[in-house]
C-alpha cells in the first residue's frame, strides 16, 4: 500500500509573523505525522481466494515461431495502434489508457485483436452460448488483477490459459470469445468497469442458482368457459381461397420492396446466430446481463477478431443509455478503417440501414484498407479427459448467501457424487440445515439424496432401471427418524394412475413381557459401519464406448488392435516372394525397352539416369541370385537338422512317424 511521505518542516513549512497561523500550521502538521503513523500500521492479510500464485514458466523452446516473434503485417499492426494511442492520448489526456499491445506469455508484444482464436471444439456442449460461458466458467481459476483497477501488462494466448486453467479476468474473456466466434456468434471482448463484487466474484450475496425458481416465459391463457346453450355466430360467407391469394400478394410485394435492403441485413446477420438483442457474459460465472444491468458501470473499448473500438459516450452514469451501433462515429472511434468499421455493427435497427449509394461503393473499391493480421495462436484443443475432468483438479468450490456449492467431475469420487450443496441457517455458514446431494452413474440408479438436519430426514430418489419391474424398481425412499417410519416409493407402471408404495413402522415400546430387544452401542456401531461400507464400494456403471474406465472395453480394443496388427503382419510375409529376382528382371526389361523406344530423343541427363539404374538393378538382381541359391543349398540341412531335434523330443517323438 501506500504510505505518505514524511514532512521536512524546515523546507515546507513557511513561518510568518502571525502567531495564529503558526499554531493551524502545527496542528496541520502534527495532523499528518499521526495520520501517517495509523495508516503505516495497518497491515492488510490477502485471503486464500486473492492470493495470487506466481505465473507457470513458459518454455520457449515448445512454442511456436508466431508466439516469439512477429510478422511483418504485424509489426505494422503494432505501430498503427502506437500511432492511435499517441493521438488517442493528445486527443483524450482525462481518459484512462487503453489495452492495445500487451506482452503474450512469451513476452512479445501482440495486439490484442490477434489474440483471439476463432475455433469450434467438436463437443455438442459448446455449439451455444450457454455451454461455452457455463464451460469457461467451471474450467478455468481466477488471479486478481494487481493492481484491481489497472490494466494488465500480459494477455496470455487461449492456448496456454486453458493449459494452466487459470488466469485474470481478461484471459477469461479472451478464450469464451474465441470460443463464441468459433459457434457462429458475433461476440466481442469489453473493456470497461463494473461493481467490486463482480470484478473479485464474490457470490457470498447472491442467492445460489439452485434454490432460484424456475420462472416460466410463457404462462397458457386461461381457456374460457364454453357455455352449453349459447347462441351459434353469424358463418363466415368470405372466401378463404381469397385471402390466401392476397396474402400471396403482399407477401410478394414486401420481398420485392425489401431485395434492396436484404444484402445489407445479411451482413449483420452474419455469425450471431439470430440473437434478438444485445447482452453481457460475465466469463468469470457464465451468466448473461442486460446491457443496462446496474453491475457494469462503464466501458472504455471493445474489440473482435477484425477491429478495435474505443467508446465516446459518456458513462457517468453506468451503460444504461449506451448505443453499440459501432458505424456511429460520433459515439465510436475505431482503429481500422474499412468495412469491419462499419458493417460490423453489434445489433442496430434495421430500418435505419440505407443502401449505399453507387459513388460511395466506387470510392470504397478504390481505398486500399489494411486487414487485421490472422491470429497468432494456433488452434483451440481441449482433450476429451480435460472436458470431462472439467474443474481444475476435478473439483470446484462457490459460495453464496447462506449456501455452499461443491461439484466435481464425474468418477471423480468413488460414489458418483457430482454436485453437492449445503444450505445454512446463518448467515457465517455455521451451522447446516440441509445438505443435497446429486449422484450419476451409481449401479443402484441413485440420483438424489437430500438431508433434513433438524427433522434428521433423509430422501433419496432414483432412476428408472430398465432391468426391473416397475413396480419392483424403487422411485424414492424416505427415512423419517423422528416418526419411526421409512416410507418406499416405486415407479409408475405404464398403465395403473398411483405408483406402488410401501411403509416400514417400527413399533412403539410395549410391554415389559413383549418388549423387544433394544439397540446396543454396539449395534448401532455395527449398522453404521455397515453403511459406510456399502457407500464405499458403490460400483459406478460405466458405458462400453469409455476405454479409458472399462476394462473390459479396453482389453477388446486391444485385442482388436493385434489382431489388426496381425493380420498386417501376414499380409506383408503373404506379399514377399522368394522370386524377387525374376521381378527386377521384368522391370529392367521394361526399362530396357522403354530405352530403344526413346533413345533418339533422349537428353544426356537422361542417358546418365537410364544407365544408372541399369547399374543398381543388375547388382540387386545379382544380390537376389546369391540369397536364392544360399537359401536352396542351407534349406535342406535346416529341415533335417530340425527333424532330428522333433525326434529327440520325449513328448513329441512319439507323435512322429
Known amino acids: 500500500m501506500e504510505v505518505l511521505p ?6 515546507d513549512v513557511t513561518i510568518t509573523d502571525n502567531e495564529e497561523d503558526d499554531e493551524e500550521s502545527a496542528r496541520d502538521l502534527e495532523g499528518l505525522r499521526d495520520l501517517e503513523s495509523s495508516l503505516s500500521n495497518i497491515r492488510i492479510n490477502p485471503t486464500v481466494t486473492h492470493m495470487a500464485r506466481p505465473r507457470a514458466h513458459v518454455d520457449l523452446s515448445k512454442c511456436p515461431s508466431s508466439y516469439k516473434e512477429n510478422s511483418a503485417q504485424e509489426k505494422l499492426m503494432l505501430a498503427m495502434a502506437e500511432n492511435f494511442r499517441q493521438q488517442y492520448a493528445l486527443l483524450y489526456p482525462d481518459h484512462k489508457a487503453l489495452l492495445l499491445c500487451p506482452v503474450n506469455e512469451c513476452g512479445v508484444q501482440k495486439f490484442v485483436s490477434t489474440t483471439l482464436r476463432s ?17 469457461v466458467a467451471d474450467y478455468l481459476s481466477l488471479e486478481l488483477l494487481d493492481p484491481p483497477f489497472e490494466l494488465p501488462k500480459q494477455l496470455s494466448s487461449p492456448t496456454w490459459v486453458l493449459q494452466i486453467q487459470r488466469g485474470t479476468c481478461f484471459d477469461f474473456s479472451i478464450v469464451l470469445c474465441s470460443l463464441l466466434l468459433g459457434a457462429g456468434y458475433n461476440a466481442y471482448c469489453v473493456s470497461g468497469y463494473a461493481t467490486k463484487e ?3 466474484l464474490d457470490q457470498s450475496r447472491q442467492e445460489c442458482p439452485l434454490l432460484q425458481p424456475q420462472i416460466q416465459d410463457k404462462t397458457e391463457e386461461p381457456k374460457k368457459p364454453t357455455q352449453k346453450y349459447s347462441v351459434k355466430p353469424v358463418r363466415d360467407l368470405h372466401s378463404n381461397f381469397e385471402k390466401r391469394q392476397e396474402q400471396k400478394q403482399h407477401a410478394e410485394a414486401e420481398a420485392a420492396a425489401l431485395k434492396k435492403q436484404q444484402d445489407v441485413e445479411r451482413l449483420q446477420k452474419v455469425g450471431n446466430r439470430e440473437v434478438p438483442e444485445n447482452f453481457f457474459i460475465d466469463p468469470l460465472t457464465g451468466k448473461s446481463y442486460s446491457t443496462t444491468n446496474e453491475n457494469f458501470l462503464g466501458i472504455e473499448s471493445v474489440w473482435n477478431h477484425r477491429n478495435y473500438w474505443v467508446n465516446k459516450q459518456d458513462c457517468t452514469f453506468g451503460c444504461d443509455e449506451m448505443t453499440f451501433d459501432m458505424g456511429d462515429l460520433s459515439k465510436w472511434e475505431y482503429v481500422l478503417c474499412g468495412p469491419t468499421s462499419q458493417s460490423l455493427s453489434i445489433i442496430s435497427d434495421p430500418k435505419t440501414l440505407e443502401e449505399p449509394e453507387d459513388e460511395d461503393e466506387e470510392e470504397m473499391e478504390g481505398l486500399k484498407v489494411f486487414e487485421m493480421p490472422p491470429s497468432w495462436v494456433t488452434k483451440i484443443d481441449i482433450s476429451p479427459a480435460d472436458m470431462e ?9 462457490i459460495q453464496y448467501r447462506k449456501a455452499k456449492l461443491e461439484k466435481f467431475a464425474p468418477y471423480l469420487l468413488k460414489d458418483g457424487l457430482v454436485t453437492k450443496l449445503t ?8 451451522q447446516a440445515s440441509t445438505i443435497k446431494e446429486w449422484f450419476k452413474h451409481q449401479s443402484d440408479h441413485l440420483d438424489e439424496r437430500e438431508l433434513h438436519t433438524d427433522s434428521n430426514r433423509v430422501e433419496e430418489r432414483f432412476h428408472r432401471d430398465l432391468s426391473k419391474a416397475a413396480s419392483k424398481d424403487v ?7 423422528t416418526d419411526r417410519r421409512i416410507q418406499v416409493t416405486f415407479h409408475l407402471e405404464d398403465d395403473k394412475i398411483i405408483p406402488a408404495w410401501l411403509n416400514f413402522i417400527k413399533p412403539k415400546e410395549a410391554a415389559d413381557s413383549q418388549k423387544a430387544q433394544a ?23 460405466i458405458s462400453i464406448y469409455n476405454p479409458t474406465r472399462n476394462e473390459t472395453a479396453r482389453r477388446h480394443m486391444e485385442e482388436k488392435e493385434r489382431m489388426a496388427e496381425e493380420k498386417k503382419q501376414r499380409q506383408k510375409e503373404k506379399e514377399l516372394d522368394l522370386l524377387a529376382p525374376s521381378q527386377e528382371t521384368e522391370e529392367l526389361q521394361k526399362k530396357q525397352l522403354w530405352y530403344q523406344k526413346n533413345y533418339l530423343t533422349m537428353s544426356n541427363e537422361d542417358e546418365d539416369d537410364y544407365l544408372a539404374y541399369c547399374s543398381d538393378a543388375m547388382f540387386r538382381i545379382h544380390v537376389f541370385k546369391m540369397r536364392l541359391i544360399r537359401h536352396k543349398e542351407r534349406a535342406p540341412q535346416k529341415y533335417l537338422a530340425l527333424e532330428e531335434k522333433l525326434k529327440r523330443h520325449p513328448r513329441l517323438a512319439s507323435h512322429l512317424l
Open 119 to 135: 475455433t469450434l471444439l467438436p463437443y455438442p456442449e459448446l455449439y451455444d452460448w450457454e455451454g461455452c460461458s457455463s464451460f
Open 6 to 11: 514524511e514532512v521536512d518542516c524546515e523546507e
Open 389 to 397: 475432468m472439467r474443474y481444475p483438479g476435478g473439483m470446484k468450490v
Open 198 to 200: 463482480m470484478c473479485l
Open 423 to 430: 444450505m445454512y441457517k446463518d448467515l457465517e455458514c455455521t
Open 519 to 541: 439397540f446396543t452401542p454396539q449395534m448401532v456401531r455395527s449398522i453404521l459401519s455397515s453403511r459406510e461400507k456399502e457407500d464405499s464400494n458403490t460400483d459406478l456403471l
Open 475 to 481: 422411485a424414492e425412499r424416505i427415512f423419517m427418524m
